[in-house]
Nanobody, 119 residues
């Protein structure tokens, strides 16, 4: 299984970023897919998840309203649009294949992409 994230970078507070994750080696369309992040000195935390069909989404409360997660099952790709970024959003963002839409456990994750938000 490979999950390859892209799209991270250095931005200023208030800017937007779009992350992508290309998946291979798994039955992508049967997995809930999502994102988790780990900030400096912090534990890894849930960010967003989308159901296998794309019809249901769920977001971390701290970022709700600033995120949009989407997926393209034909391309085995999941996306995360992040708006109005804040310095506290600085973290490594990991794509993950979740065991279930309603849970927080995941079976696979990628190498991560760094997002740095300057004030």
């Amino acid at each position: 299984v490979q999950l390859v994230e892209s799209g991270g970078g250095l931005v200023q507070a208030g800017d937007s970023l779009s992350l992508s994750c290309a998946a291979s080696g798994l039955s992508f369309s049967t997995y809930a897919m999502g994102w988790v992040r780990q900030g400096p000195g912090k534990e890894r935390e849930f960010v967003a998840v989308i159901s296998w069909s794309g019809r249901a989404t769920r977001y971390a409360g701290s970022m709700e309203g600033r995120l949009t997660i989407s997926r393209d099952n034909a391309k085995n790709t999941v996306y995360l649009q992040m708006n109005n970024l804040k310095p506290e959003d600085t973290a490594v963002y990991y794509c993950a294949a979740f065991r279930a839409y309603v849970g927080s456990e995941y079976d696979f994750w990628g190498q991560g992409t760094q997002v740095t938000v300057s004030s």
